[in-house]
């Protein structure tokens, strides 16, 4: 059984995009298009690995990742983001993230990284 993905992203053709990709792959996808809807609904002990966009109205992606860390949440976190900043990556990999990816994603390269997150 694979790990549960959660993807929050403002844009739905991006969620209903990566959604289709990865359930090619046989992994259990949840879609969100806040942060607070994923909060309000996954528990911070809930398995599960999550692509967070970073920036989205309300909580963006480094608010959610410092709540997620401040919770003791061990959830892995890959950033992706159409930001071409050249500090993005590194700045996403101190907040605590395994990964960032820039829209659009490889689906293989996305894939990989999930895999390698894998408990």
Same mark, same amino acid.
């Given at each position: 059984?694979?790990?549960?993905?959660?993807?929050?992203?403002?844009?739905?053709?991006?969620?209903?995009?990566?959604?289709?990709? /990865?359930?090619?792959?046989?992994?259990?996808?949840?879609?969100?298009?806040?942060?607070?809807?994923?909060?309000?609904?996954?528990?911070?002990?809930?398995?599960?690995?999550? /692509?967070?966009?970073?920036?989205?109205?309300?909580?963006?992606?480094?608010?959610?990742?410092? #709540?997620?860390?401040?919770?003791?949440?061990?959830?892995?976190?890959?950033?992706?983001?159409?930001?071409?900043?050249?500090?993005?990556?590194? #700045?996403?990999?101190?907040?605590?993230?395994?990964?960032? /990816?820039?829209?659009?994603?490889?689906?293989?390269?996305?894939?990989?990284?999930?895999?390698?997150?894998?408990?």
């Amino acid at each position: 059984m694979s790990v549960p993905i959660y993807i929050v992203d403002d844009d739905e053709s991006v969620c209903r995009a990566l959604k289709t990709l /990865l359930m090619t792959y046989d992994f259990e996808v949840t879609t969100f298009n806040s942060a607070q809807n994923f909060f309000d609904t996954v528990a911070h002990d809930d398995p599960g690995c999550l /692509l967070l966009d970073i920036h989205m109205p309300g909580l963006d992606g480094w608010e959610v990742q410092k #709540r997620i860390l401040a919770s003791g949440s061990n959830r892995a976190v890959i950033f992706i983001s159409a930001e071409k900043k050249d500090d993005a990556t590194n #700045r996403a990999l101190q907040a605590g993230a395994v990964g960032f /990816l820039q829209k659009p994603v490889n689906g293989q390269t996305l894939v990989d990284l999930i895999n390698g997150v894998k408990n």
